[in-house]
């Protein structure tokens, strides 16, 4: 499907879209950013497929339109498609609380403040819903989330095991103390010893809801995540070179991973001696693919289309209406997608935003910005990986790059703005 069409012929100006290139090329000759691929698609063509500057700075070699990235948090939206799978076979309801898959969660403590340094919690006063696993209003969290619960799952090494290890165990990972889990199962009673941020569906906090999520998909299907992930999206769809690692053969193809410093970039995970080399010991739903362009497109094109791919069904087109609708009632993802874009680094506050199952929602256009529509689905990794789907304008975007941490400098912002100002029609 990567076969550009005259963008003209779709309702988009070829000498607009150019802005798409001219604005990568910017970031990417400030040294902010490595290099990109950048694909725009509308109508089912692809009016837009590029790749500029570098995949490797150290060893000189260019970014390609092929090249393997690691997509971290962008495997949250393909774990909420196979959980929607199961779904529909009525395996379960979003409904259900988890603790009638996995008991250890059936008694939870939330946090509560602290008192003399020592933090208090309550009981949960609700149970922990499938829905709100899916759209991070469960109460869990993330070791880099600021508070005291975040700093919890640091010293218990909570994530220890989900994905891989940079550069083998080089300068930028410290290993841990605790021993490895053998399976997700036992990750997750692990993770139920820890209290919640807050009660069950009370705000938006990012977490490793999802990663529990591939539990779940794991006790459902009797399958492993990544053999599902395999049999029901990746080998039908025909994403090839999308998995929880990098095999031999394809390392030439995976690009270099950096963090920003003034005025330049650092190698952050070196492809030759990438822990990607090897399986992980967890696969992460939250975080541990590595994709290509061509490969998100595939899965992007499917959502668009409500669910169906060349023919062969995936989805009910109701439920993909469901997965990308805004899954917010009283509590809103403003305020919590703030925090973790400004953690990040982006210092501006978020507005007009909902969420639904493991993907942002654009609830209110003009607050959110920019000049995109309303509804548009989306979310990214922590390297600056993007992709979204736009239902009323039937489009989608995706732009990598691999720049740890997201955030940095507004890559999905400026490749949104690109797009949406070439659209003639």
Do not use: C
């Not at 300068?171 to 103390?177: I, K």
């Amino acid at each position: 499907m990567s076969k550009i069409t005259r963008p003209e012929k779709v309702g988009v100006s070829s000498e607009k879209l150019e802005n798409i290139g001219e604005s990568m090329r910017s970031l990417i000759e400030a040294k902010k950013i490595p290099g990109t691929v950048t694909l725009v698609a509308r109508r089912g063509e692809v009016v837009h497929f590029e790749a500029n500057g570098m995949r490797d700075i150290e060893r000189g070699l260019p970014m390609e339109k092929d090249t393997i990235h690691r997509i971290y948090s962008q495997s949250k939206p393909i774990t909420g498609a196979a959980l929607m799978m199961l779904f529909e076979e009525g395996k379960f309801l979003m409904t259900d609380p988890i603790s009638r898959y996995f008991p250890e969660f059936s008694e939870m403590q939330v946090f509560a403040g602290e008192e003399g340094g020592k933090m208090k919690t309550e009981a949960a006063s609700s149970p922990i819903t499938i829905q709100q696993l899916a759209t991070h209003t469960s109460g869990l969290s993330y070791s880099f989330m600021p508070g005291p619960v975040g700093s919890m799952y640091v010293s218990e090494e909570t994530e220890r095991g989900l994905g891989n290890v940079p550069s083998a165990g080089g300068e930028f990972f410290t290993s841990g103390t605790k021993p490895p889990f053998n399976s997700l199962r036992e990750w997750t009673k692990a993770l139920a010893e820890l209290p919640l941020v807050a009660q069950p569906g009370t705000i938006w906090n990012y977490s490793v809801g999802m990663d529990v999520m591939g539990a779940l998909i794991e006790e459902l299907s009797g399958r492993t995540f990544g053999e599902f992930l395999e049999e029901r999206i990746f080998g039908p769809l025909g994403m090839e070179d999308t998995g929880f690692m990098v095999p031999e053969e394809k390392l030439d193809r995976f690009a270099a991973n950096y963090g920003p410093i003034p005025e330049n970039m650092m190698l952050m995970d070196d492809p030759e001696k990438s822990g990607y080399r090897t399986p992980p010991q967890l696969e992460s739903g939250g975080g541990g693919l590595v994709s290509t362009v061509g490969d998100y497109l595939k899965f992007a094109q499917m959502l668009l289309n409500k669910g169906e791919y060349e023919g062969k069904r995936y989805l009910g087109k109701k439920t993909v209406e469901y997965m990308t609708s805004n899954h917010m009632g009283s509590e809103s993802a403003d305020e919590g997608l703030t925090n973790l874009f400004n953690m990040l680094g982006s210092g501006y506050r978020v507005r007009g935003m909902g969420f639904g199952v493991t993907g942002s929602v654009v609830v209110n256009p003009a607050l959110s910005g920019l000049p995109v529509s309303e509804g548009v689905y989306s979310w990214g990794g922590a390297a600056s990986t993007h992709f979204w789907i736009d239902h009323k304008e039937d489009l989608i975007g995706i732009v990598h790059t691999q720049l740890l941490p997201d955030g940095t400098y507004p890559v999905r912002e400026l490749m949104q703005l690109a797009t949406y100002q070439a659209i003639i029609e």
